[in-house]
């Protein structure tokens, strides 16, 4: 190493020069930005690189090509001290509302492809990244810029349509509703267009044009710097950790061979998410990214050597510009490589990972190393012992993260060698979500054949996913070489591959059955692919089966219908426009105020969580004076810290703030470690040392839970009619089950808050994500023992809530205010995504048991339902949700005799919350399980056994409760319509006729949705309205801004009411000071209320300025202000909604629990691969009735982004637990929310017209959450699809199928001729690696 004291590392942050003297290796370029350099725009969602909101451009100048690189970047993955030489743009310097916004950011805002805003910013650095690369792009490059950046609110479909309006080629605009070019119609226009033309979204005529010659230029300095060759070694030191950057080769080796077992650190990508989440620590790293040799590039006759430093994008790109050079025949490796890299992690992370990196990182689920190794690729490594060449094949890979190099060894380059005459490669993988997500299996598969010959002459296959490493089926490729390619060989072939590749059942990752069928279908699919080349090259002469097509991925125009609002509304009257999300341009500029993002306050000190390492035990002791030694560490508190309260009490049942003397869960809060950096409270956290006792018999699944009678009191029951007698009468009676998994909210910011001290009489300034600021000072003053006035809560925003920023967010603060009260000081708590995950829970697992009981015309006169939900260790908010269910469990169907018992499970797995339909979408997909399944016993389409037993007419629910249900049958039938349902069922029908191993599913299901919370006590508002005397207009009102637009929806109603416009009007933030004693902001209700209050403000303020109105009628609004104000006129006011009486009584099992009811239908269409159970929804069409939108454009975003949220609950999103009731998916990269890709690839969404609702402010209903259900829709064409691939096989009528319908259990209840083969292990013989919950 050069120095005791590090050399500085020169860098630039949006054209500002930063040196950076002793920079820490440990500090990484996200916290680097935020907390150093306050740009906040760059936001932390997950820290692992699986998320996007971090994205960055990061620039280089390249001395060799005298360019200038650009890539995106995942900025919590990059070490500052990578940084040397690079320019880096946040995306404050992309544009601002100060300067001028950039069209990206424009076209996404006013795309309305941002509601809570908190994954714009990286967006929007995606897309920049992108345009300043390509200015000339197409569709496919949007997806694939933006494959890495998740939104959990948007649905994505609006930020994808505000982006291709960067796309030059001419796209149709064919809505294709009717199924033909012929009903195009043009989604552009203004909202004040023609009453002829359909109202649009947005105008697309209207937005700024993209000028590149106003980027940022690159800093001149840095080619300087770049240019002067530098053969110094650099080194960059903390007290703890060395970051050596060698610049020649022989530094390099020399380096390495002292300090074998430092890490060489190029993308970051493996180390980085190591030392993170799994807590490795290096005292050094080398960086080998000045080591020119690492670079190059050479080619030779036989094949081509890449510098193993290369980026994955690189290398992409370098052999997608060889391909045309070369005839095919000797490009199949190429291909196949460049086709697996196109699926390796997101752009983000292929701009940084090395293919050396990706090749030592050895990982088991390597994409690249088993088409590699059958392409018999090899490595030339270095040393101080010298050069040697190595090929890569099934003695390198010696294990998980093993390879068997030298550790000193440094991998130099990598061969790719050509193929010849009579050779295939080809590469298949499948993971949990098409794109961003690690491979459940991947595989490379080469052949070759002597010349004119169907006679194997050699043959390679490896496989990533079925062991520790990535493994060689050697004894299958023996079994087949030397014999010819046809159908007997494979059937062999088939057996010795599964003798060969045995997973044992419990092995790491679960899915075994899965992943050995998968091995088995990708050489099936080989034999097609291979068969095929045979046939077109004449080899064989008969016919070939054909050939499977990958899934369709074009994503086409989408059609969103709404209502002119009427023609004599005033054009200053917002409500009912599509009106852009108030602070949809300050989220994608990155200047929206996020609670993490408030700066840092005098003497603040972070908070980070102790959690329980055992779902059941005593605690013996627990020791934190480990933790106290590290410098900087301040305090530990403990429940002994409490003043006050120390627990939250609900029906009953105490939940601990902090546990006492016992744990039960796994992430159970039992104390926090208080210090002056976010890095030293996390360090101080890992240091406390907790001892346990175990408990006998945890209780993890609903088996146990039953078996041991854990249950939270009471268990419910609602009945009409007389079930029991009516079973007697029926002419047939079915029994069913269904399990429906949980679901985590994963909203993209974390739980955050700030609570401050004042400094007198116990004030405290609490700044808060949380969907109810009233609870929250609620529970601060409880556990503080103080009254409620000194304490003050503030909402500015919140980066997404879903039902997830209620009870655990107010115990969270109630902790932080024990830490902020015993020091006396500042305390901040931003969680993890893994603590966040980990601690907060989420969605309730149901099991759904069913008898029905109906004749054979399909009418069903009997139900009875059984509901177990998993509560978890604490109530929370279980009984209310099993009660939602019982609730709403009649849907749309008028079933005469129903029994629904309800009853919430508790457990020792982390306690289940409210989360978006509160338990009405898995309470509804059982019911509408039971209505598939007496139509497939009935033999009859499932949509007319659901007609049959539909509501109509004026119609009373199960608990006494009138309504009239015309609106949802004119959805129904308006969406069979808009869907052209009957000609698509058929066209599925032809296609599954025409296609063996696809299948196409269509389904059509509907929604009747109570809105409100059926509670008398949370069915009121407030709000607060002041008028300044420059006639500017300040809402408060008691609605938390969590992207679904409440602000924005507020500000409509304050114009209507004022005749002013909205530009007059500002709404800074929700607080307890200015409007108290709020509801929550759930059960699609907040508009509703929250809009009845500002109404009734805004009028009583309009009222008071009429004398000055009419003195002066021609205005202006400030000439009417300034005179009240003379007159010593109050010019503020508060307005108050006090809703309708509500109750329920559970005795009688009659109730009056709602006011209207929001209803839905949605038609959805998937295409199947049975092989991999892979799926695509082709097409969705949602046709809702939500009275008069208030605002068609934030009505549209929420009904599309809880469709895809549901279709990620219904489809893919899956919780893992360790048999010790650990969670395993505590991030993005085990956990898989929907992403671009698994946009419907049509999405259409139609507004019923003419529907009016007396119940809600200006005849509007509440839309936040019916539609998660309708996600469902698409669990049921999966359902329908594989009863297709089923009946191929023979196996006809009822089948199960769980929720979510992952690839797995799709795959599996194809069940497909490879399915079959595999062996199942018996249940109860072997200890899985996952619960089975
Ligand atoms: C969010 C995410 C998604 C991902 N998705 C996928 C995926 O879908 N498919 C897939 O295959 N991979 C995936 N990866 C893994 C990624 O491809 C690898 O982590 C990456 O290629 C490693 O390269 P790196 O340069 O970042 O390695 P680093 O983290 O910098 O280093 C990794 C290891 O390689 C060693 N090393 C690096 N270069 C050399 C060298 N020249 N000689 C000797 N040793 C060396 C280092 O010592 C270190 O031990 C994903 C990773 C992330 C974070
Ligand atoms: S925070 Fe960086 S990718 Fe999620
Ligand atoms: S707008 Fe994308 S996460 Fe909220």
């Known amino acids: 190493m050069s120095s005791s004291k590090g050399d500085n590392v020169c860098f630039f942050i949006n054209g500002k020069k930063v040196i950076e003297e002793n920079a820490d290796p440990e500090t990484n370029l996200l916290s680097f930005l935020r907390q150093r350099m306050r740009l906040t725009g760059t936001k932390y969602g997950c820290g692992g690189g699986g998320c996007g909101a971090c994205t960055v451009m990061v620039s280089r100048y390249l001395p060799t090509t005298k360019t200038i690189a650009h890539h995106s970047a995942n900025a919590c993955l990059l070490p500052l001290c990578q940084l040397h030489g690079a320019a880096i743009t946040t995306v404050e310097s992309v544009g601002s509302t100060k300067t001028r916004i950039h069209p990206v950011q424009e076209r996404i805002a006013k795309a309305h492809g941002s509601q809570c805003g908190f994954c714009t910013p990286g967006m929007v650095m995606s897309m920049y990244t992108l345009l300043r690369n390509k200015p000339q792009i197409c569709l496919d490059d949007i997806t694939q810029a933006l494959a890495g950046n998740l939104c959990r609110c948007t649905g994505y479909r609006p930020i994808i349509d505000g ?464 933790a106290l030694q590290i410098p900087g560490v301040v305090d530990v508190i403990t429940v002994a810290d409490i003043p006050g309260k120390k627990v939250r009490s609900q029906f009953g049942y105490d939940e601990e703030l902090l546990a006492e003397n016992e744990v039960s869960c796994v992430g159970q809060m039992i104390c926090a470690v208080v210090a002056e950096s976010r890095a030293l409270a996390k360090r101080g956290a890992r240091a406390v040392r907790v001892d346990y006792e175990d408990l006998p018999d945890p209780v993890f699944t609903f088996e146990e839970a039953m078996g041991r009678s854990s249950f939270f009191e009471p268990r419910r029951v609602l009945e009409r009619g007389d079930v029991t007698e009516a079973f007697k009468t029926v002419d047939r009676v079915h029994s069913g089950e269904l399990r429906l998994g949980g679901q985590e909210h994963f909203y993209m910011e974390t739980q955050s808050m700030l609570v401050v001290p004042v400094g007198e009489e116990r004030e405290l300034n609490v700044y808060i994500s949380s969907q109810w600021p009233t609870l929250v000072q609620e529970v601060v003053a409880e556990t503080l023992d103080i009254p409620s006035n000194r304490v003050t809560c503030h909402v500015k925003r919140i980066g997404g809530a879903f039902g997830g920023k209620v009870t655990k967010t107010s115990i969270l603060a109630g902790i932080t205010s024990v830490a902020a009260w015993k020091t006396n000081r500042a305390v901040r708590c931003v969680l993890d995504r893994g603590d966040d995950m980990l601690i907060t829970g989420g969605r309730h697992p149901l099991l759904g048991k069913y008898k029905v009981g109906f004749m054979n015309d399909g009418r069903i006169l009997a139900a009875d339902l059984q509901y177990y939900i998993l509560g978890g260790n604490t109530l929370d908010d279980s009984l209310m949700v099993m009660e939602k269910m019982l609730i709403s469990m009649d849907n749309v169907y008028n079933i005469p005799n129903l029994r629904g018992r309800g009853t919430a499970c508790r457990t020792n797995l982390p306690s289940n919350t409210a989360f978006r339909g509160f338990g009405v979408p898995q309470a509804l997909t059982v019911v509408e399980s039971m209505l598939d399944d007496v139509a497939t016993l009935l033999g009859r389409p499932t949509y007319e056994v659901q007609e049959m037993n539909f509501y109509r007419g004026p119609s009373t629910t199960h608990y006494g409760l009138e309504f009239s249900p015309d609106t949802l049958l004119r959805c129904w039938e308006d969406c069979k319509v808009k869907s052209d349902y009957a000609a698509r069922r058929q066209a599925a029908l032809h296609f599954n006729q025409q296609n063996r191993w696809k299948k196409r599913g269509v389904a059509i299901t509907p929604i009747k949705y109570g809105v409100g919370y059926g509670i008398s006590v949370l069915s009121q508002a407030a709000a607060l309205v002041n008028i300044y005397k420059d006639g500017s207009v300040l809402v408060t009102h008691g609605g938390a801004e969590m992207g679904q637009g409440v602000h924005t929806k507020m500000q409509q109603v304050a114009s ?278």
């Not at 053969?231 to 080796?253: G, H, I, K, N, Y």
């Open 163 to 626: 982006c291709r309006t960067f796309c030059q080629e001419q796209e149709s605009n064919c809505c294709q509703v009717n199924g033909s070019a012929t009903c195009c119609r043009d989604l552009e226009g203004t909202p004040e267009e023609p009453e002829d033309e359909a109202p649009k979204l947005f105008n697309k005529e209207e937005f700024l044009p993209l000028d590149p010659t106003q980027e940022l230029i690159f800093p001149p300095e840095l080619i300087l710097m770049s240019e002067a060759s530098n053969p110094q070694l650099l080194t960059f030191r903390s007290e703890r950790m060395s970051w050596v950057s060698p610049a020649t080769l022989d530094q390099l080796v020399e380096l390495k061979s002292r300090n074998p077992k430092a890490p060489l650190v190029v993308g970051n990508t493996n180390v980085g998410p190591d030392v993170k989440f799994k807590g490795v620590f290096h005292p050094l790293v080398i960086s080998p990214t000045r080591v020119p040799e690492l670079f190059q590039f050479s080619q030779t006759p036989d094949g081509v050597w890449v510098g193993a430093g290369n980026s994955l994008a690189q290398l992409q790109a370098l052999l997608e510009k060889l391909l045309p050079q070369f005839p095919q025949e000797k490009t199949e490796l190429i291909r196949a490589l460049i086709q697996q890299l196109g699926n390796v992690g997101s752009q983000q992370i292929r701009n940084v990972a090395s293919l050396g990196g990706n090749i030592m990182s050895a990982y088991p689920n390597s994409d690249l190393n088993p088409v590699l190794a059958a392409g018999k690729s090899r490595v030339s490594v270095i040393s101080d012992g010298g050069r040697r060449e190595v090929p890569l094949n099934q003695d390198f890979f010696v294990g998980f993260g093993k390879t068997s190099l030298k550790p000193e060894e440094i991998l130099l380059s990598v061969f790719i060698p050509f193929t010849t005459k009579g050779e295939l490669v080809r590469a298949f993988r499948h993971a949990p979500r098409k794109e961003s997500a690690f491979a459940t299996v991947a595989a490379g598969m080469r052949v070759l054949f002597s010349e004119g010959s169907a006679v194997v002459q050699d043959m390679s296959v490896y496989f990533g996913g079925v062991g520790p490493a990535t493994v060689a089926a050697a004894k299958t490729c023996s079994a087949i070489v030397s014999k010819p390619w046809c159908e007997e060989t494979l059937s062999q072939a088939y057996q010795v591959l599964l003798e060969e590749l045995v997973l044992p059942p419990s092995a790491p990752g679960a899915k075994v059955e899965f992943r050995r069928s998968l091995t088995l279908s990708f050489l099936f699919k080989f034999h097609l692919e291979v068969l095929h080349q045979l046939r077109e090259t004449n080899v064989v002469t008969h016919d070939v089966p054909a050939r499977i097509e990958p899934l369709p991925r074009e994503i086409h125009p989408s059609l969103q219908e709404f209502q002119h609002v009427p023609q004599d509304q005033s054009h200053q009257d917002p409500v009912g426009r599509p009106i852009m999300h108030r602070s949809a341009i300050s989220h994608a500029t990155g200047e929206a105020v996020y609670c993490d993002d408030m700066p840092k306050v005098d003497g603040e000190l972070f908070l980070a969580l102790v959690t329980s390492s055992r779902a059941h035990a005593k605690i013996t002791g627990v020791d934190f004076s480990q």
């Open 1056 to 1333: 209507r009411e004022l005749h002013i416009p909205a530009s007059k009007i500002y709404i800074s933030e929700s607080s307890t000071g200015a409007v108290p004693n709020n509801s929550l902001s759930a059960a699609s209700f907040g508009t509703d209320s929250n809009g009845m209050a500002v109404q009734n403000a805004c009028q009583i303020l309009y009222q008071r300025l009429e004398p000055f109105r009419q003195k002066n009628p021609k205005g202006p609004w400030e000439s009417w202000v300034g005179a009240a104000f003379f007159q010593r006129v109050n010019l503020s006011a508060s307005g108050f909604y006090r809703g309708p009486d509500l109750n329920m009584d559970w005795e009688k099992k009659k109730g009056k629990l709602y006011t209207y009811f929001t209803f839905g239908v949605c038609c959805s269409e998937v295409e199947l691969d049975c092989l991999t159970g892979e799926y695509r929804t082709v097409r969705a069409d949602l046709v809702v009735d939500i009275g008069k939108s208030l605002n068609p454009s934030v009505d549209i975003g929420q009904i599309e982004g809880a469709f895809m949220q549901g279709m990620g609950l219904f489809t893919m999103e899956e919780l893992k637990y360790s048999p010790l009731g650990l969670l395993y998916t505590r991030g993005p990269s085990q956990y898989k929310i929907p992403a671009v890709c698994d946009v419907p690839l049509r999405f259409n969404v139609y507004l019923l017209p003419d529907s009016e609702n007396p119940h809600a402010i200006y005849s509007s209903k509440g839309i936040g959450e019916p539609t998660v259900f309708l996600g469902s829709s698409v669990f049921f064409a999966i359902k329908d699809a594989v009863a297709a691939a089923r009946s191929e096989s023979g196996a006809l009528g009822l089948f199960s199928l769980n929720s979510p319908a992952t690839p797995e259990r799709a795959c599996l209840a194809c069940s497909s001729p490879f399915t079959k083969m595999v062996p199942v292990s018996e249940p109860g013989s072997f200890q899985p690696w996952a619960l089975n919950i």
